[in-house]
């Protein structure tokens, strides 16, 4: 298996991307750059005075010692900027080595202090190198001691003397000592991060989402195998620009930008496009696309900023997700259609209703005042319940009517300013013979005085008068129903009490609805159609104002109806010009009772 982060070992290339000690490697590049500093300086301050020693002195040992440290630094320095960080490390190693090697050969005097620094040659590379050069050290300096015992055998100057001899020992061991515990940290260190890597590439190697690494070229590195099912082909047939190429034409360039984006602009970027998947063992000539949401995340290098960086992205397959927000939006557009569809049958229905409806009402009255011939009293009853059944039947379809115009957004709200308290006694006389039959008082309880209220009159005397209407079709005999009216901050409350029937927690939440009724059912005891307080909250609603009840079974219920005394907020986006995608016929004309009644005279 390849590597975690590459194809090939040659791009393999480590970065830091939370700074310089986030990562072993960021931190041994780190060292490398400072320590050919430091031996450049050294070796450049030393200079002057190996300069002066080789002049008036006869000596050459500390100008040698000095030109290795400046050649070793400056040729380190040289490869950690080309990015040859073990070639530098080695450079490293090596320059200490060498040093050491010279001083132990050139002078028997500090012979023991040669070998004493070229053993720091292989304490570095446990340090800073890897395995390789670890071994190579350590053979170098083995080599450099044994040219030093074999140059003293020679009869060259070179000796150690005795009494230093235990200290030389001394110092030999503890240097043993602490190369051996450097390499072994050096070790746990390694296997630490390999861990890390293992995990991190188990992970990777795992997700159902499939992972890929970019260079800074754009030249794809890594697939994860999650990306063969994803696409349905080897990892390997998506190199070389094929995964572009899968891209569909009408989503490349937003795959393109992002891409860029991330790459050059260091900014991570989401998005969704159409990608091509294969079908092994098939030979279709469509294309088959899923849809993909693709993930781009630079990777910043530490220590650099601008230019063009590494990237990674995660693939995700959210072809069901995308099927069912197309369902959900086909789903909702046959619902707006059957709403239409709805509204105009009901404006339909309700204007052919009409028409015939104001006959039958008024040729009933006709007939019930002895218009056109005095009836029987028999008859006189007969044209009594057709008048009273064809009042009702209209005022059912005037309901449709308006509920068909609330729904559709086309009832228009006249503004003015008026007194709030004046909706009180014309609702009254309205709803006074439904509460005189069904035995119940009216109460006004109003908090004067009351500032003036910017709303449509008509439309606040209908919520008001659909309100006392279902209190007191759902009230007991002998009660009474309330209307109160007071100032709530920058609103007024309207509040319609009755001590009726009551509703429980479900039925006052679906308050509104149309059609709703608390006991609805076949064995329901109320007649209407659930349209009176659906027609109040879509005029509360129109005005901008709230509804809510508080109710508990046989105890009553309370309605209250919070309107803006400024009136409706001015939406922007509802005064814009709006464009009819369908011309509706306008109503048919409808002929009134009362014309009928003077054409009957």
Not at 37 to 51: E, G, K, N, R
Not at 197 to 223: C, K, P, Q, T, W
Not at 255 to 273: C, K, L, Q, S
């Amino acid at each position: 298996m390849g590597r975690l982060f590459s194809f090939r070992a040659s791009k393999e290339t480590s970065t830091a991307a939370a700074g310089p000690a986030a990562r072993p490697d960021a931190m041994r590049r780190a060292a490398l750059a400072d320590n050919a500093l430091v031996l450049i300086l050294l070796a450049a301050l030393a200079m002057p005075v190996a300069i002066y020693a080789l002049v008036a002195l006869r000596e050459g040992l500390a100008l040698t010692v000095a030109g290795i440290f400046l050649v070793g630094g400056m040729a380190s320095l040289s490869l950690n900027r080309t990015r040859q960080f073990a070639e530098a490390a080695g450079a490293q190693v090596a320059t200490i080595i060498v040093a050491g090697g010279v001083l132990a050969v050139a002078d028997r005097h500090i012979a023991d202090f040669g070998i004493a620094t070229a053993v720091l040659g292989p304490v570095l590379a446990s340090l800073l190198g890897d395995a390789k050069l670890r071994q190579r050290s350590w053979a170098a300096f083995a080599l450099a001691a044994v040219a030093s015992i074999a140059l003293s055998g020679a009869g060259l100057s070179i000796g150690i003397d005795p009494a230093a001899r235990p200290g030389l020992v001394a110092f030999a061991a503890a240097a043993i000592v602490v190369a051996m515990s450097a390499n072994r940290v050096n070790r746990a260190y390694e296997v630490y991060e390999k861990a890390q890597i293992n995990a991190y590439r188990h992970l990777v190697e795992h997700m159902r989402d499939g992972v890929m690494r970019f260079s800074e070229d754009g030249e794809l590195l890594y697939a994860s195998p999650s990306c063969e099912t994803l696409f349905g082909c080897r990892r390997y047939e998506l190199g070389d620009g094929s995964l572009a190429g899968r891209v569909h034409v009408a989503d490349r360039p937003a795959y393109m930008t992002a891409f860029a984006d991330a790459n050059r602009g260091g900014t991570a970027r989401t998005i969704e496009v159409r990608m091509r998947r294969d079908r092994p063992g098939e030979s279709a000539q469509v294309p088959r696309y899923l849809w993909v949401e693709i993930g781009f995340s630079p990777i910043p290098e530490a220590g650099r900023s601008g230019g063009p960086c590494e990237v990674v992205a995660l693939l995700r397959d959210i072809s069901e997700r995308k099927d069912q927000e197309q369902q959900a939006r086909e789903a909702r557009k046959a619902a707006e259609q059957a709403s239409v569809a709805k509204s105009r049958f009901l404006a339909t229905i309700g204007h052919e209703l009409r028409t015939p409806l104001n006959a039958v009402v008024g040729f009933s009255e006709m007939m019930t005042q002895g218009i056109g011939g005095e009836p029987n009293p028999t008859h006189r009853e007969y044209a009594a319940l057709i008048h009273q059944s064809g009042k009702h039947l209209l005022e059912v379809v005037g309901m449709l009517l308006d509920m068909s115009r609330i729904e559709a957004g086309k009832f228009e709200l006249q503004t003015d300013t008026f007194a709030p308290e004046g909706l009180v006694e014309p609702s009254f006389r309205i709803v006074e013979a439904l509460a005189r039959e069904r035995g119940t008082t009216l109460e006004s309880d109003i908090s004067r005085p009351l500032p003036g209220l910017v709303a449509d009159e008509r439309a606040c005397r209908q919520i008001l008068i659909n309100l006392l209407s279902n209190a007191i079709k759902f009230s007991h005999p002998g009660t009474q129903v309330t209307v109160s009216m007071k100032r709530q901050g920058q609103d007024l409350n309207i509040s319609v009490s009755d001590r009726g029937i009551g509703m429980d927690a479900s039925a006052v939440a679906r308050i509104g609805e149309p059609f709703f009724q608390a006991n609805d059912g076949l064995d329901r005891r109320h007649e209407g159609t659930g349209l009176g307080l659906s027609i109040v909250k879509g005029l509360v609603d129109l005005h901008g104002g709230t509804l809510r009840a508080v109710s508990e079974i046989g105890v009553g219920t309370t309605v209250t109806v919070l309107l803006p005394l400024n009136g409706p907020a001015i939406k922007v986006a509802e005064t814009a010009p709006v464009t009819t995608l369908h011309r509706e016929s306008p109503p048919a004309q409808t002929t009134s009772w009362q014309d009928e009644k003077r054409k009957a005279l």
